[in-house]
């Protein structure tokens, strides 16, 4: 029973982790259309963010929660603003630009930080006893993070007039700026938020992962194929594939092997996109966001 | 003559383009030729640059002491940024396009089966100065590093006696980690220890949560990690963050060349035991000298030192002591003088050359990490590399070049 509890908390740790390290690129990608190929290294500067708060002396959770998103954030918004802006519809040459971009990160961060910081954050809260089993208090800690940031974009998209734009112009763009919305600005926003919630699970994954300029590289491929089998609806397409990807990874990890965990995840996203071409949103929870 | 901007330009460039070539040409002529291809970017930085570093230090002072044979040593070094691919082209073009007089290169063991046999065609003397799972057999090539008779040996009954006899083996997925936890295997029961389970891990993991359930279901006395690279650093923060480390100990054949110990923080690397045949913390004048030569040169930005940044400077003057002793850099004659058993007093002790293996006799050392530095425990001297000599005799056969564990340790009729 223990065993079911504990293992239990480790596989939502999973989806979570997936769903985490996928929304920042599922708003970028699903609103804009825009492959961000920089994705991997908007994480990994939320990590250093971190790393480098910290060790000036800057509270761990203040750095986390606050730092990591509103630097990721800027610069979202100062790429959108110089590189971004100029690809819109040209959808190789925004891939060619942002891997350019993520070389450029990887680079930049290499020669100001060097190759291996030592980053001796450690995860802060204690550790959760299950009978015989402990958990890490901070996995659940980022699980509860990733459930608050779902149900947030869905109260922003559902609630707010900025919402309400945002899914006008991602149906339709030429009619929502026939009707006086400034699609430029929208873009520009909805690519500064995604950079921000991608810095933030970039900082929040930093304790737990360490942080290394190549860092990115881990993760990118993992968001790519989570938010294409997740489909057209933003949280909905997020969730729902981080649910069935990250549960069959830790399910199957646990049974075999890690190896066999991570093949399984890759077969799991073919069958996946063989039978659902569009994504899991495009067959199932259709009129979700 | 009239000074236009094409003219000026074109002469410009053509001086500037064919000046290297001269001065190129000009140290070619005496210099003597030494490549280092070793990862300083992607996941094996952390092994890669320090060596780097040695490597140029070890260069840079047998230089200042005059050259060798009075010729001064041209080092050239490239990065193959932990890229398999990489390795082989930067080989064949130290080879051939280089001419080098020795190449010290490789810190996987998948990086070195890949660029050892492109040495052996071109016939350049090859040295590979990490620690490894032992076996290679070949008359061009020296591998320096320990070995697990010389270093996992000694770890397992240590850590066996101290803390239990259940034994969970966690290991990279590629020819190190295999063949490594098949040693580590063997040894267990040699010991009449049990290794309860043994998990591959491909170097990109980061997410260790399903395997710390399986170690907290199998319930062992320790764990035994042959973990490599920047990724697999998660797992002993993972480990800590569950509460882990105080409950089930650690012990690695790997943790810490990679200077591990200084990435994660003290509470989570406390307690760990690891056997290397060197550690920065080695409390002797040579060692001291050495450390405080390696600060000096590169100031606050210096790494700590672990195996194999010592070993890639020890190896480097072992390969010198041979063409001192040769009285030429070419490749046969330097060859013979290593097998001769040429050695090295060095910061580790004394690295000598086994004839019958091409591998070193060296000390190893058995620590325990406390506060992110290396208590050393006990010290084994002069250890020959007797997992190797068990497959290969160089003195009876020369003209062997093959990797006798490619296969694992059963194929190459070892019980495990």
Redesign the interface.
Known sequence: MD?VV??AL?IL??MA?LALISLGLAIVFGMMRVINLAHGEFLMLGGYTVVVATNNGVNIWIAMLVLAPLVVGVIGVVVERLLIRWLYGRMIDTLLATWGLSLLCIGLV?SLF???T??????PL??I?IG?????G??MFLIVVTALLLLAGYAALKLTPLGLVARGTMQNAEMSSALGVSTPRIYMITFGLGAAVTGLAGGLLA????V?P??G??YIAKAFITVISGGMAILTGTASASVLLGGVN?IV??LT???I??VALLVAAIVLLRLMPRGITGTFFRKGL | MKLNRRHFIATASAAALASPAIIGRALAADGIKFVSILD????L??YG?PMVDTTRMAVDEINAAGGLLGRPIDLKVYDPQSSIQLYTQFATQAAAGDRADVVHAGITSASREAIRPTFSRFQVLYFYNVLYEGGVCDINNFCTGSTPAQTVEKLVPYTMNKWGKKVYIIAA?YNYGQITAQWVQKYVRDNGGDPVAT????L????????I??I??ARPDMVMSALVG??H??FY??Y?????NASIPIASTTFGV??EH????A??GNGMICAYSYFEEIDNAANKAFVKRFRDRLGA?APALNELAARAYEGAYIWAEAVKQAGTAERMAVIEALRSGVHYDGPSGRVQIEPRTNHANQNVYLAELKDQSFQILETYENQPPTDTLLVCDLVKDPSQSTFKFENGLKAAGIDI
């Open positions: 065993l504990s293992l480790q740790y999973g982790n290499t060097g190759a291996s030592a980053t001796t954050i450690s995860p204690g550790v006893t015989a089993y402990t958990s890490s901070y996995e304790p737990i992962t360490g290394l190549t860092i590289a881990v830790g990890a646990f092997g890690p190896t965990g991570e | 300083q970017s992607n996941g930085d952390i640059k997925d998990e591959f891990f491909p990109d993991v980061t997410n260790f949560g399903p395997t359930k399986k907290q279901q920047g990724a650093v998660s923060r993972q800590a963050a569950a509460g882990m990679g200077n200084k990435l994660i923080s509470e989570e930005d």
